[in-house]
């Protein structure tokens, strides 16, 4: 046996070769990094002037946006019922009735609005077509074009003052109203 080392193989680098790549001293800290050149400062004016108007044409914008848009119209219903004339009421050549003497606005025709919670007019119509029975006068209502999704309507003949009805019955065509 002999004591000689063999040769290292061509491929692999001899520890000679790898020591100085193994040194623990440590690698150079890296360059400080260039100081930016002080830049020129916005005048405030300027940078005032530039943010009204960005946010000027943001508003016009929006603006232009939501005019050309046409809102959804809210779902209607047709107040449907019935007006009693209990005094006053008079028989009509064409078989209707009509009212007499203080009740003499009360007519085939005579207008009906109706009014939202609020007080505002949301619709208006006249009175139907009218019958005459042991001496009432009974007007058939139809309003078209109420709006729905108020509490309780208020519903006006003539001059004659305001009805609450009830959401409810109103959309159900429950309205029922008498003078006299």
């Not at 509490?151 to 009805?163: L, T």
Request: aromatic residues 6%.
């Amino acid at each position: 046996m002999t004591t000689e080392t063999p040769p290292p193989p061509a491929d692999r680098p001899t520890p000679a070769e790898v020591a100085p790549s193994l040194s623990m001293t440590p690698p150079p800290p890296p360059a400080e990094p260039p100081v930016a050149a002080p830049g020129k400062r916005t005048n405030p004016l300027v940078a005032g002037l530039l943010g009204l108007a960005v946010g000027a044409g943001l508003v016009g914008g929006i603006w232009a946006y939501t005019a050309n848009r046409t809102p959804e119209a809210p779902p209607m219903f047709t107040l449907k019922g019935t007006f009693t004339l209990t005094d006053g009421a008079l028989k009509s050549d064409d078989g209707g009735c009509l009212g007499s003497g203080g009740f003499d606005d009360i007519a085939e025709g005579t207008s009906v609005t109706v009014y939202d919670a609020a007080g505002d007019v949301v619709a208006t119509g006249n009175l139907g077509k009218s019958t005459y029975a042991a001496g009432l006068c009974l007007f058939k209502v139809s309003v078209d074009d109420v709006p729905k999704g108020e509490k309780f309507y208020q519903v006006e003949v003539s001059h004659r003052g305001n009805i609450k009805v009830a959401a409810r019955e109103a959309e159900k065509g429950e309205f029922a109203a008498t003078l006299g």
